[in-house]
Nanobody, 124 residues
Framework: QVQLVESGGGLVQAGGSLRLSCAAS????????MGWFRQAPGKEREIVSA????????YYADSVKGRFTISRGNAKNTVYLQMNSLKPEDTAVYYC?????????????????WGQGTQVTVSS
């Protein structure tokens, strides 16, 4: 059974940091590209960051470049999102997702498996 379980969300003040984790099981994690998405109330789900199977290629949305860092530990079947200098507009539910492609995938439709999400709230 495929599972993606996000953790690390919470309430933080603007300028603060959070580290999200996504633990994967039920599939060969090291063969999959991974992505982080977010969805704010009343808005569509959008990509935040993505990483290829080996961690050598990454993608960041313009809104988070220079502030967020995606990484993965294939030995631990986990993908991470380090979020620094958080802003109120980063408030959203954050989801991790897995795609069977080995390359970086930036489109929502490309992803096969999704987690349940973790809430991130940034207060001003």
């Amino acid at each position: 059974q495929v599972q993606l379980v996000e953790s690390g969300g919470g309430l933080v003040q603007a300028g603060g940091s959070l580290r999200l984790s996504c633990a994967a099981s039920g599939f060969t994690f090291s063969n999959y590209a991974m992505g982080w998405f977010r969805q704010a109330p009343g808005k569509e789900r959008e990509i935040v960051s993505a990483i290829n199977w080996s961690g050598t290629n990454t993608y960041y949305a313009d809104s988070v470049k220079g502030r967020f860092t995606i990484s993965r530990g294939n030995a631990k079947n986990t993908v991470y999102l380090q979020m620094n200098s958080l802003k109120p507009e980063d408030t959203a539910v954050y989801y991790c997702a897995a795609d069977h492609s080995s390359a970086v995938v930036t489109t929502i439709r490309g992803y096969d498996y999704w987690g349940q999400g973790t809430q991130v709230t940034v207060s001003s």
